[in-house]
T-cell receptor, first 116, second 117 residues
Framework: AQTVTQSQPEMSVQEAETVTLSCTYD???????LFWYKQPPSRQMILVIR??????QNATENRFSVNFQKAAKSFSLKISDSQLGDAAMYFC?????????????FGTGTSLTVIP | GAVVSQHPSRVICKSGTSVKIECRSL??????MFWYRQFPKQSLMLMAT?????????EQGVEKDKFLINHASLTLSTLTVTSAHPEDSSFYIC?????????????FGSGTRLTVV
């Protein structure tokens, strides 16, 4: 089974600074998707960014970017110009691409605090 | 964008009673829905995969008779917690896939906080 590991239970960043959240995963598959989800206090899961494993180019969404290292099975999230609204729990997730009905495998999450 | 409505958002029930949680895809058809459980400050753990018109597939360790899942239409899946006990208190989240979209078309509901007293 696939496993997703987030080794940082908690992180903090000063407002307007940059922070990187780590994620590693284990899989024997060659084709898959990786995601970062944000869960604010409302508990609503919000998709932050996604990456297809077959793409070498790192995904970017405004202030959010990833560093995808397929060989190392690493998928870190960089948040630039951190804002107070970025404070939340962040989950890294994996999903197989082999069929369309697959579940997500989530990491244990990283709680991000943004310091004003 | 695709919206998944989950109801109720909060429910308190007495031990021994049953509680039904609904997950609706509002503007798309969902052939597959997933039910997750999340304990405080922990990750989402998949409980079961719900397929329209067929029996749900439960993950190992999840009691089928306690957590009844019904996916009778392409827009509605329900999770019924039967004979609830305090240890069933948790946050339950559903996720649905828009059948017409590409593989990214997964949307999460806003969750249901169940408290069994």
């Amino acid at each position: 089974a696939q496993t997703v590991t987030q080794s940082q239970p908690e992180m903090s960043v000063q407002e307007a600074e940059t922070v990187t959240l780590s994620c590693t995963y284990d899989t024997s598959e060659s084709d898959y998707y990786l995601f970062w989800y944000k869960q604010p206090p409302s508990r609503q899961m919000i998709l932050v960014i996604r990456q297809e494993a077959y793409k070498q180019q790192n995904a970017t969404e405004n202030r959010f970017s990833v560093n995808f290292q397929k060989a190392a099975k690493s998928f870190s999230l960089k948040i630039s110009d951190s804002q107070l609204g970025d404070a939340a729990m962040y989950f890294c997730a994996y999903r197989s691409a082999w069929n369309t009905g697959n579940q997500f495998y989530f990491g244990t999450g990283t709680s991000l605090t943004v310091i004003p | 964008g695709a919206v998944v409505s989950q109801h109720p958002s909060r429910v308190i029930c007495k031990s021994g009673t049953s509680v039904k949680i609904e997950c609706r895809s509002l503007d798309f058809q969902a052939t597959t829905m997933f039910w997750y459980r999340q304990f405080p400050k922990q990750s989402l753990m998949l409980m079961a995969t719900s397929n329209e018109g067929s029996k749900a597939t439960y993950e190992q360790g999840v009691e089928k008779d306690k957590f009844l899942i019904n996916h009778a239409s392409l827009t509605l899946s329900t999770l019924t917690v039967t004979s609830a006990h305090p240890e069933d208190s948790s946050f339950y989240i559903c996720s649905a896939r828009d059948s017409d979209l590409d593989n990214y078309g997964y949307t999460f509901g806003s969750g249901t906080r169940l408290t069994v007293v």
